[in-house]
């Protein structure tokens, strides 16, 4: 019989302590709130523990726009070696921050701490108490333990939408049309690859990074940006992919590999696993993709190794904790982004983020849709909001938004600055004993500004650009 635990109050209760999760946590301690993080995993970090770069920090035009608690989690690896000089440019993903997962994973419990933040590791979220349609409560699950926690405010911040989920908030999953999403994947590093060796091929074949027709007009790489980098972040080989094919070494559902170079000397994250049809919120659909991505990871090493320049001697160095999903739960908010949102390149008043990023789709076969987007989004503050449960506020992943901006609102910087917008707004909102759905944005906008956010672009920054189009994947 499971033991039951009272647990002290809390003002805010952060579900999840990945991108989404950790500056939601900081943001809300720093405001003066008593701030639960709960984590299922036994560190921080989230996708961003994996090793995968953080996409985002600059959209199209070189501009920064995420700063805040996102940016200075970065700043803080710099010196330790856990990233590089900071963002790096990329004609593809706009720009990457590489970070070593282990190093990332000490700076965020480092810098929740130093907030007053209270962390629970190793624990599930088993319930959301709600009374009269409002949270007042969780409980939660670790080492045979119930929890039993008092808040006036939850985050979820699980990527799933899990405690959303449980509080009975509504939600969507995939197009209304197709319950379908995308891919999940399995994270990995390669240690002693030959980086010169590498780079001396891709110098003398540039067609191996040449970009697929799925990939939208203007996104093409440059020699110079390989050869001149502190790193890259490499999408090709599909030469090799398709030798290897041919010898029965190959059925990665993949046309080309990807991968960037990591902080740590001669490693490189590999990102090319791919498990299609998982629902990511069931477990025995999930389990069987931990068991799929495994043997992809063996099948990809091996294909390293046989075919490609520069890993001949490279080993195995690092496998994430667990396959990440790229999609699952949106939690229906007071506002929704949408296709007109994207199309139209707006940055709404309301905006307490901006999303830096592509439309990104993962398909179900082998390729992806990445798709320019000509600036920033702004994201708005309701799309955070729950539309029915009060007390509730979403962050990272799982905000309100269609399936097609979702491809562009789901990358990880996205995610951190989402998180500072909703740990404040949780602030504010106990603080003036207001409803999350009535704050004040214009004053939650300056705070986050004056905490060293961006929430908004200048006229004058948009007229300077060639406003495009985003395409449309039809």
């Known amino acids: 019989m499971n033991s039951v635990k009272r647990l002290a109050d809390y003002d805010v209760i952060v579900i999840g302590g990945g991108p989404g999760g950790i500056p939601a946590a900081i943001a809300s301690a720093r405001s003066g709130m008593k701030t639960l993080l709960v984590e299922r995993n036994a560190f921080l970090g989230g996708v961003a523990a994996t090793g995968l770069p953080i996409l985002a920090f600059y959209d199209r035009t070189g501009r920064q726009v995420v700063g805040g608690i ?53 624990t599930e979220i088993q319930d959301v108490v709600v009374e ?44 209304p049309n197709d319950k379908n999403i995308q891919p999940v994947s399995l994270v990995f590093s390669l240690g002693n690859v030959d980086i010169a060796e590498m780079l001396a091929y891709i110098k003398e074949h540039p067609e191996t990074f040449t970009t697929p027709d799925t990939y939208g007009e203007g996104i093409d790489y440059t020699l110079d940006y390989f050869l001149h ?123 307490i983020a901006l999303a830096g990023y592509n439309v990104d789709i993962h398909q179900s076969g082998v390729g992806l849709h990445l798709l320019p987007s000509a600036h920033a989004i702004g994201i708005p503050y309701g799309c955070l909001v729950s539309k029915n449960i009060e007390g509730l506020l979403t962050s990272g992943r799982c905000i309100s938004v269609e399936p097609y901006p979702f491809g562009l609102t789901r990358a990880m910087a996205t995610c951190m600055a989402i998180g500072e917008a909703a740990g404040t707004a949780a602030a504010w909102a106990v603080k003036n004993n207001t409803p999350l759905a009535e704050i004040d944005v214009r004053e939650l906008r300056n705070i986050l500004e004056a905490n060293g956010a961006i929430v908004s672009t200048t006229a004058s920054d948009l007229n300077q650009q060639k406003v495009e189009k985003v395409m449309s994947l039809s």
């Open 70 to 122: 996102g940016d200075e989690l970065i700043q803080k690896l710099i010196p330790l070696g856990g990233s590089f000089s900071g963002h790096i440019p990329c004609p593809i993903h706009n720009s990457f921050t590489p970070v070593n997962p282990h190093m990332f994973r000490n700076v965020a419990v480092a810098t929740c701490k130093e907030a007053g933040v209270d962390m629970l590791f190793s």
């Open 229 to 351: 980098s502190e790193s890259f972040y490499f999408t090709g080989f599909s030469e090799f992919i398709a030798m290897a094919k041919a010898n029965g070494d190959f059925d990665v559902p993949r046309d080309r590999v990807i991968f960037a170079k990591q902080p740590n000397k001669n490693e490189v994250v590999i990102n090319a696993t791919r498990m299609i049809n998982v629902d990511p919120t069931d477990p025995e659909s999930l389990s069987l993709a931990e068991i799929e991505g495994h043997r992809q990871v063996q099948v990809l090493l091996q294909f390293f190794k046989k075919y490609c320049p520069g890993f001949k001697d490279a080993f195995l160095a690092h496998t994430a904790s667990g396959t990440y999903a790229r999609e699952s739960r949106r939690v229906v908010g007071i506002k929704t982004i949408t296709k007109a949102n994207i199309d139209e390149l707006l940055v709404p008043d309301d905006s």
């Open 132 to 175: 009269n349609g409002k949270v007042t409560g969780v409980v939660l699950f670790s080492r045979s333990t119930v929890m039993e926690v008092n808040c006036k405010v939850v985050i979820d911040a699980t990527g799933d939408g899990t405690a959303a989920y449980l509080a009975g908030a509504l939600y969507e999953v995939g197009t």
